[in-house]
């Protein structure tokens, strides 16, 4: 990689930060996470409802009961790879069940239950659609659902029923857009992923004139090449900030994407899927995924309280769990900041917020 940043993390007995940044050696084990079930399910992405949480998985959507209980609200052969909360009783879900294409689908009651959406996302043709939905993204003041393809990125204004291209175009070749976030202050909608040659893209639209500003260059000078984008997020801390997660770290941003710089960098290419902010502590967390499907990884949360600029990290004493992390939610819960991790192969742990603040 090309420029890496130190974790400034300041732990007594701590041995194993590298001088080149990111996660090595030993950490301290603490014991503040718990899991919440769901073991040996992968969890790409929550969402909320009008009481609980939903899980999105390789095994289908399920529906958070409390304690380490949940109920799959779907077929178990939907393998989800994008959900979004329209509003709280409407959900929309992109899923493969085993068809040569895969389902767009919907819930009208929360999650509860789901039925098939007609719908001409990916083009129109003989041969079909060529575009899975890598990312659903859905504007609330304008009732606007955007989504994410290979190389492509489409808006609907009937809830995913008819879509127009807006950036990209049907059946690009590209690893995938990943990443999509709509920015309401500014009326801009930030998408990213990796093109065909394994380089990061990383783009921002004003979405009133359309013009798009590409930083991908920004992104293969922070974090390298190959790499990817994951997922941009937007907080409110002594300023609006923007984070990008991806393959070999996390970048941010103070100008609203016209420069960005490493806030975490990692040598070993661990990927980044994800990132919350606690508004009420401005407190950001994050974790990471080391690329391997099936052999154990350590659970490491990481948090910054000084935006991004340092970070603690906080690892699960199990050596034998599958503790990369693919997805975070962070929610309210009576009053209370509730932190989920959704992992792959390793369900759903939660880390406990006064613990790690304390």
Known sequence: MIRRIVHVVLLVALQGILGCGGIGGSLPEEDVFES??????????????????????????????????????????WSVGAIEALYPSQIMAFVDDGGAYGRLVESLDGGNSWHAVEHDFGGSGEAGPCDPVRRLQFNDRSGELFATGNAVVAVSADFGRTWSVIDGDWCGLASGLSALTWVQDTQSLWFGGQNAIEDPVLKRMDYATRNVADRSAAARDTLGRPSTIKNVVRAMLDGPRLFATGEGGVMRSADDGQSWEASIANDDARFY??????????????????????SPQPLILEASTDGGRTWTPHRHADERLLGGVWSLRLFDDGGRSRLFLGLQGGGVYEADLDRLDG
């Open 36 to 77: 919440r079930g769901l073991a040996g399910l992968t969890v790409v992405g929550f969402v909320e409802n009008e009481s609980t949480v939903l899980a999105a998985t390789d095994t289908g959507i399920h529906r958070y009961d409390g304690g380490n209980s949940w109920t799959r609200t779907t077929p178990e052969n």
């Open 273 to 294: 899927f994800d990132l919350a902010v606690d508004a009420r502590t401005g407190t950001i967390y994050t974790a990471g995924w080391n690329k391997d499907f099936t």
